[in-house]
């Protein structure tokens, strides 16, 4: 059986719609994955994240290194047996989460020396150790490890970062490659550094293409740059990534950086949003994101979105949503996380239609002209 494969099915412009095959299941491309943050995508069920049209999750090594450890998870048979999702996993490789989220980091050319969030423990993690973390998980795409530098820096230091990244993905495939039987079922992505630059981010394509790998992420955007920016970066960051494998925005987005994104040639997304805003009250609709904390919403027996499929908006009115939200209930963070679940996979999906009916540049028009960004 396949290990991976890339296959386009239709382009439209510098869209792409196709499928990636791995042991585990197919994911349908352009693809959204939720983010299962430590093992769980928050407040949904496995067969609930599957049942709005997920293909694959993904899930933090960060977090999951710390809490419950990479090496209980192994001995428990795994991310997939442990959490019940038999389906693809994606794990990022603790870079980027390391240095957003733990103290005391120390980064040298050998790996990044951090303290805990949780109890301030001290670890290490280096691109072989991060390879064997995302093994013992037992992941389907593994990422490799590297830094993602804040974008307001100069030149200087981006570039010094994206050639330590370069020479840290080299490594990671290294560690990867040594990983026995995993190495023969998963699949390893590299991550194109460089932020807005466009030479830097045409080095690190080269750097990364003679490494090698399966599929290839875009990094260091989504990090405050705001839309403007990253569509700029984007006009030229895909196309200087290889055509024939799967390219990867990594924590993009709103639908709208979605569907732009895709215009200019990205295959596959991860964000926190759908499920962090379903907990804050907030819906996504085709009209845009919708604040269900507001009073407008406390006698309106409509349903959220008439043309969402999902069990939400197909049973529960508005005033019920606005109650539960209202009231902080958990059945309200459960029923619109399934809902914004539901509509970003809906999206896709729309947009996979158009890219194979050759008409993207419609229903990127007419999908702008119904969505107000601030809702
Ligand atoms: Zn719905």
Redesign the pocket.
């Known amino acids: 059986m396949t290990r991976f494969a890339f296959d386009i099915h239709a382009t439209d412009g510098r869209a792409r719609t196709g499928r990636i095959t791995m042991k585990r299941g197919e994911i349908r491309t352009p693809a959204f994955m939720p983010v299962g943050t430590a093992a769980t995508v928050k407040a949904m069920k496995p067969q609930d994240v599957r049942a709005t049209g997920a293909d694959i999750i993904l899930g933090n090594t960060y977090h999951l290194m710390l809490r419950p450890g990479a090496e209980r998870v192994a001995r428990l048979g795994g991310l997939h047996k442990f959490m019940n999702w038999d389906r693809p996993i994606l794990t990022d490789s603790g870079g980027y989460q390391v240095m957003s989220l733990s103290d005391l980091r120390k980064i040298t050319e050998e790996g990044v020396t951090f303290a805990s969030h949780l109890d301030g423990s001290r670890h290490l993690l280096t691109p072989e150790r991060s390879m064997e973390i995302q093994r013992l998980l037992g992941s389907d795409i593994v990422m490799a490890f590297d830094e993602c530098p804040k974008i307001d820096q100069g030149r200087d230091v981006i570039a010094r970062s994206m050639e330590m990244s370069m020479r840290w993905a080299k490594r990671s495939r290294e560690g990867f490659d040594a990983g026995g039987d995993h190495a023969e079922r998963a699949a390893l992505f590299g991550i194109q550094q460089g932020a807005l630059d466009e030479d830097l981010r045409r080095s690190s394509a080269q750097a990364l293409t003679e490494i090698g790998f399966d599929g290839y992420a875009i990094g260091g955007l989504a990090v405050g740059e705001g839309q403007e920016a990253m569509f700029a970066t984007l006009e030229f960051a895909p196309g200087q990534l290889p055509a024939d494998r799967p390219r990867y925005l990594m924590g993009v987005g709103k639908p709208d950086d979605l569907v732009g994104a895709v215009e200019r040639g990205v295959d596959m997304f991860d964000c926190v949003l759908p499920t962090r805003s379903g907990r804050n009250g907030q819906a996504f609709t085709w009209n845009g994101p919708v604040n269900m904390r507001n009073a407008r919403h406390a006698e309106d027996t409509a349903a959220?979105?008439d043309r969402?499929p999902?069990p939400?908006?197909q049973t529960y009115s508005r005033a019920y949503l606005h109650h539960l939200i209202k009231s902080g209930e958990m059945l309200g963070a459960m029923l619109l996380t399934e809902?914004n679940l539901?509509?970003y996979q809906q999206l896709m999906q729309a947009m996979r239609d158009a890219i194979m009916e050759e008409r993207f540049a419609a229903f990127a028009r007419s999908f702008r002209a119904g969505y107000q960004r601030s809702g």
């Open positions: 959220l979105d969402c999902c939400t908006c809902h539901t509509f």
